[in-house]
């Protein structure tokens, strides 16, 4: 299925791409690497099976194996706003080239390095979870947005755009909104993971990750006594210590040290 396509590795991180396409290896390679050496330590796991990322050139080809190499069911074509599917050790990733013409983004490379990072945080969740298919799109999404830093920048992804301005107007949606909402899922699910970071530590976000099973429990019981509580108590650091740390957002801020 990629007998055309070349390939560079680096330890167990592979690239594969296209004759033409091979501007932005070196981009690719250094996010890549990167990004697999700070979630093994977050995580404190390495993963030991080769991983591999494969840059498209378009939509087209895209599409072809998301479905066909990644098994995943997507309509066709897919969306322009879809740029990277990872599954299982596979990440597919619409090469940078492409964008001006499948894709509804423009290419910034600082943004490439952080959807990167987002999208190998899903394969790290996928290989350390219990049950993979049971994560509520909140915390999923929630955690690839606060481990990739998508958060801090006010971005083409707007992960962060809609927050501000919920803090600026003291108006937070509800937990039962973000269970249930596709939009609200990715645009508020980051804030209850680094609320979590903040009030708990790394270590009850990795053994979420490692050790609850989501098909068998209720996370947000698991967090608190009530969902009453854990929303109110979500709120309100919000809108005090969390407005502290999410506002300023420095490039800087080294608060994964």
Known sequence: MLHDYSYIRQNNLEIRYREGFAKYLGLTLTAFSESYDFLAGFFSQEIRD???LILVPDRKEYDRLVIKLLGVDIETPSNPGRLAQPQKTDLVFLHPSSYGRHSSYVFRPEEYT?????????VFEEYLSPDIEAIPRWWSEG??????RQWQYADQFAFRQPVLAGLEQNKLPDLSAIENDIGLAYDWGWTLVIYLYFTEGRGRIVEIVREFDFSQADIIKELSSSQEELEMNWQKWLLTRGRKIICPAADNFAFFS
Do not use: D, N, Y
């Open 50 to 52: 080769p991983l591999r």
């Open 114 to 122: 952080r959807l990167i990072r987002h999208e190998l945080t899903h």
């Open 143 to 148: 955690l690839a947005v606060f481990l990739s």
